[in-house]
């Protein structure tokens, strides 16, 4: 579904992202993992579109979408959150979910309808008309997604989403992503939580310092030499 090719990006003189090469099948469960500063990110506003790439070419669903701004690739199928919630505090969770919806809709009454339909996939239907503000972290993460979801997009970029949650709530999202699959999402997540990757992904990919350095099954990834060296450390056991 997704295909990253020989993907760059510099800044200045540092690169981010070097020749990286990743795709992600339609209705799976990437997770992409990796130590501060490795690219995750990076790659994920390439993909996005926040940022242009300096080599390489992204596909998606066959076509290339090299050099097209967030609004087309938006409209195109991929919605991703962001590593910091981007809410505006003073914004009603149901108006910041419109904002998404209104991405595919000019209809208000239609966006406003596909906000409530989101809300109530994500949990938060009954927080609808509190200021975004008011939410915990855990209610902040569920927004961000809703906001994602209005755009209905066929897959989602998740950037660190259970990151500040307790472990029953980091429970909660990963059934949610789950969910989210289920219902015929593809997702591609950035993550620390290695349990949670552990539990919820099909595939891993590893960056170091912008480069590729593992893609496989969770637990092979897992006991790789290098993955432990660069991003695990050596007295890392896999449980
Ligand atoms: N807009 C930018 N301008 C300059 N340098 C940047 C920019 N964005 C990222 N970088 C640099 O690119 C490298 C990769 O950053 P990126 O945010 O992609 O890492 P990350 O893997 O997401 O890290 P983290 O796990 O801390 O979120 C870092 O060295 C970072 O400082
Ligand atoms: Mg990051």
Same mark, same amino acid.
């Given at each position: /579904?997704?295909?990253? &090719?020989? !993907?760059?990006?510099?800044?200045?003189?540092? %690169?981010? !992202? =070097?020749?990286?090469?990743?795709?992600?099948?339609?209705?799976?469960?990437?997770?992409?993992?990796?130590?501060?500063?490795? @690219?995750? %990110?990076?790659?994920?506003?390439? *993909?996005?579109?926040?940022?242009?790439?300096?080599?390489?070419?992204?596909?998606?669903? @066959?076509?290339?979408?090299?050099?097209?701004?967030?609004?087309?690739?938006?409209?195109?199928?991929?919605? &991703?959150?962001?590593?910091?919630?981007?809410?505006?505090?003073? /914004?009603? !969770?149901?108006?910041? $979910?419109?904002?998404?919806?209104?991405?595919?809709?000019?209809?208000?009454? *239609?966006?406003?309808?596909?906000?409530?339909?989101?809300?109530?996939?994500?949990?938060?239907?009954?927080?609808?008309?509190?200021?975004?503000?008011?939410?915990?972290?855990?209610?902040?993460?569920?927004?961000?997604?809703?906001?994602?979801?209005?755009?209905?997009?066929? /897959?989602?970029?998740?950037?660190? !989403?259970?990151?500040?949650?307790?472990?029953?709530?980091?429970?909660?999202?990963?059934?949610?992503? =789950? #969910?989210?699959?289920?219902?015929?999402?593809? $997702?591609?997540?950035?993550?620390?939580?290695?349990?949670? $990757?552990?539990?919820?992904?099909?595939?891993? $990919?590893?960056?170091?310092?912008?480069?590729?350095?593992?893609?496989?099954?969770?637990?092979?990834?897992?006991?790789?030499? #290098? *993955?432990?060296?660069?991003?695990?450390?050596?007295?890392?056991?896999?449980?």
């Amino acid at each position: /579904m997704l295909e990253v &090719r020989n !993907v760059e990006r510099r800044f200045g003189g540092l %690169t981010a !992202v =070097r020749d990286v090469s990743m795709e992600v099948n339609k209705n799976e469960i990437v997770a992409l993992i990796g130590p501060n500063g490795a @690219g995750k %990110t990076t790659l994920f506003n390439l *993909v996005a579109g926040v940022l242009p790439a300096n080599k390489g070419d992204i596909k998606f669903n @066959g076509k290339s979408i090299t050099g097209l701004g967030t609004a087309q690739i938006c409209k195109i199928g991929i919605a &991703r959150t962001f590593q910091i919630p981007q809410l505006f505090g003073s /914004m009603s !969770v149901v108006d910041t $979910v419109m904002v998404g919806a209104l991405a595919c809709s000019r209809s208000i009454a *239609v966006a406003r309808e596909r906000a409530f339909q989101v809300l109530e996939q994500v949990g938060l239907r009954d927080k609808a008309n509190q200021r975004s503000a008011t939410l915990t972290i855990s209610g902040k993460k569920r927004l961000e997604i809703a906001r994602a979801l209005a755009t209905q997009p066929s /897959m989602i970029l998740l950037d660190e !989403v259970v990151a500040g949650l307790n472990a029953p709530e980091v429970h909660k999202l990963l059934d949610l992503i =789950r #969910e989210l699959r289920a219902n015929d999402m593809t $997702v591609l997540l950035v993550e620390h939580n290695i349990e949670a $990757v552990l539990n919820i992904a099909d595939r891993i $990919v590893v960056l170091d310092r912008g480069e590729k350095i593992a893609d496989g099954m969770p637990r092979e990834v897992l006991n790789q030499k #290098e *993955v432990v060296g660069a991003y695990l450390g050596d007295d890392y056991v896999l449980a």
